[in-house]
């Protein structure tokens, strides 16, 4: 059945992509910086000189043959269904541990606050398309040594959606997983880590391989080779760094428990060379994400990508403009993980309003790539022979029966100008910050009784007393 999709490599351009990736591993290898897992390459047949592991390619074969290729992402309860981790699902969700926020009240850009990891995680609860939700902060006013944890208590006070949680390294995912329990659903949440470019991986990502692994949690796996910085000034010669990085991660992770869920993902960035700047929405950075989600593809893994998100600083009509782009780009890649929903300033600011047009932008995305049938009941070839030549559909059965399949905008405005502008002439920026207030006004779906909220709370506590020894 026909669906919208876009893809630039076929499978023999995927397998030469490979075929340069398995070299790399074989010959310069990569840097691991972490004495456990240099020791489990060593189990695992890599060959190992210092901190060097070049990895061969049976090694890489037997890792992309054990991965699941489909696993459960479960809610804590509410109306959201798990997501399925598969190739051909697509899922919409916020980003994670960005510095600023545009402040609700003043409108003015600050640092992110515990309230707000909270607040932007319930206002994900309360909007429809939106299915799992990340850390839109790093919050200041939580004590550093605990700051992931403190963003996962935020998280799961505001919403039961599946979390994607990006803690410091793996000492936490134990607790993580006391939490989430302690919340309704042990297995709500994926870890995201990510290795450091060009062909290194230090304890903090690799400690997250090791215990996602051993505790069957999911683990998306991500690096973000930037092109003319920390890999090749071409799209393919990143893709081979960023591939490199992410077989390293998954032939440790499968070596560790064969059939552990894994999400391939790479993020390709393309430097700015007049500002040195790493922006998301370029159409080189854009089209280096496809890709990366054509080669996930074709190894048929769950995959990691980004959509809905801006470089702009300010609520603009750059604002809309790249979020529309970065949507409709990303939605068609058919990357089974979407995150980034509601980013701005190139990842470093996040906004209330923005993931509420987000919202709106995936339901538009969502209804162009429904399926598109060609059975003799969409034909519709009967009501086309009984209307005839200068009739009229507006009144039959067939019309009045899917006429709501079609798609209603809840902020675009598609009437006409005196409609319009009777109705208070307003702009797209007025009608998102109107639907935000209308749905900040509204009585927060849930929220956790006074048991869990005690008890999260003395998780932190414990945590932060035993922060000495995390690694």
């Given at each position: 059945m026909g669906q919208a999709r876009l893809a630039v490599w076929d499978e023999a351009e995927c397998r030469r992509l490979h075929e340069a990736t398995l070299a790399v591993l074989a010959d310069t290898g990569v840097e691991v910086r972490h004495e456990p897992a240099l020791e489990l390459f060593r189990a695992a047949g890599a060959s190992v000189d210092g901190r060097r592991v070049r990895i061969p390619s049976r090694l890489v074969d037997a890792a992309l043959a054990s991965a699941p290729r489909e696993w459960l992402l479960k809610p804590r309860g509410g109306d959201t269904g798990a997501l399925v981790l598969r190739d051909?699902?697509?899922?919409?969700?916020?980003?994670?541990?960005?510095?600023y926020v545009r402040d609700l009240e003043t409108g003015e850009r600050r640092r992110a606050r515990r309230a707000d990891v909270?607040?932007?995680?319930?206002?994900?609860?309360?909007?429809?398309?939106?299915?799992?939700?990340?850390?839109?902060?790093?919050?200041?006013?939580?004590?550093?040594?605990?700051?992931?944890?403190?963003?996962?208590?935020?998280?799961?006070?505001?919403?039961?959606?599946?979390?994607?949680?990006?803690?410091?390294?793996?000492?936490?995912?134990?607790?993580i997983q006391e939490m989430a329990t302690l919340c309704g659903e042990k297995e709500s949440f994926a870890i995201y880590a990510m290795p450091s470019p060009p062909l290194m991986?230090?304890?903090?990502?690799?400690?997250?391989?090791?215990?996602?692994?051993?505790?069957?949690?999911?683990?998306?796996?991500?690096?973000a080779p930037n092109m003319g910085a920390t890999a090749p000034r071409s799209i393919a010669g990143a893709v081979v760094v960023g591939n490199a990085e992410t077989l390293t991660g998954l032939v440790l992770h499968q070596h560790v428990n064969r059939g552990a869920p894994f999400v391939y993902g790479i993020g390709s960035g393309s430097m700015d060379m007049r500002t040195m700047t790493d922006p998301y929405c370029t159409p080189d950075t854009l089209l280096a994400q496809q890709v990366a989600a054509d080669l996930a593809r074709h190894y048929a893994l769950p995959s990691f990508s980004y959509a809905g998100m801006s470089d702009s600083k300010l609520l603009d009509e750059q604002w809309t403009a790249e979020a529309a782009l970065s949507m409709a780009y990303g939605s068609l890649s058919r990357a089974t993980l979407l995150h980034d929903v509601g980013y701005l300033e190139s990842g470093l600011q996040s906004s209330y309003e923005a993931i509420v047009?987000?919202?709106?932008?995936?339901?538009?995305?969502?209804?162009?790539?429904?399926?598109?049938?060609?059975?003799?009941?969409?034909?519709?070839?009967?009501?086309?022979?009984?209307?005839?030549?200068?009739?009229?559909?507006?009144?039959?059965?067939?019309?009045?029966r899917h006429?709501?399949?079609?798609?209603?905008?809840?902020?675009?405005?598609?009437?006409?100008?005196?409609?319009?502008?009777?109705?208070?002439?307003?702009?797209?920026?007025?009608?998102?910050?109107?639907?935000?207030?209308?749905?900040?006004a509204t009585e927060r779906p849930f929220r956790l009784t006074a048991d869990q909220e005690?008890?999260?709370?003395?998780?932190?506590?414990?945590?932060?007393?035993?922060?000495?020894?995390?690694?």
């Open positions: 051909g699902e697509v899922y919409y969700g916020t980003g994670s541990d960005v510095l909270e607040g932007m995680a319930a206002l994900c609860e309360r909007l429809p398309n939106i299915d799992f939700v990340m850390s839109m902060g790093l919050p200041e006013d939580a004590p550093r040594e605990i700051d992931d944890l403190v963003q996962v208590v935020a998280m799961l006070r505001g919403t039961r959606k599946p979390l994607l949680v990006a803690p410091r390294d793996g000492s936490v995912l134990a607790r991986h230090d304890p903090d990502a690799l400690t997250k391989v090791i215990g996602c692994a051993e505790r069957l949690i999911p683990l998306v796996y991500a690096p047009l987000g919202d709106e932008l995936v339901g538009y995305a969502r209804q162009f790539m429904r399926e598109v049938p060609v059975d003799d009941y969409s034909l519709a070839l009967d009501e086309i022979r009984t209307i005839g030549p200068g009739g009229s559909h507006l009144g039959t059965k067939y019309t009045r006429h709501r399949e079609f798609w209603t905008p809840s902020l675009l405005d598609h009437a006409v100008h005196d409609r319009w502008a009777a109705e208070g002439a307003t702009t797209l920026g007025e009608r998102v910050r109107a639907r935000l207030a209308d749905l900040l005690a008890r999260l709370e003395e998780l932190l506590a414990e945590t932060l007393a035993d922060a000495d020894v995390r690694i």
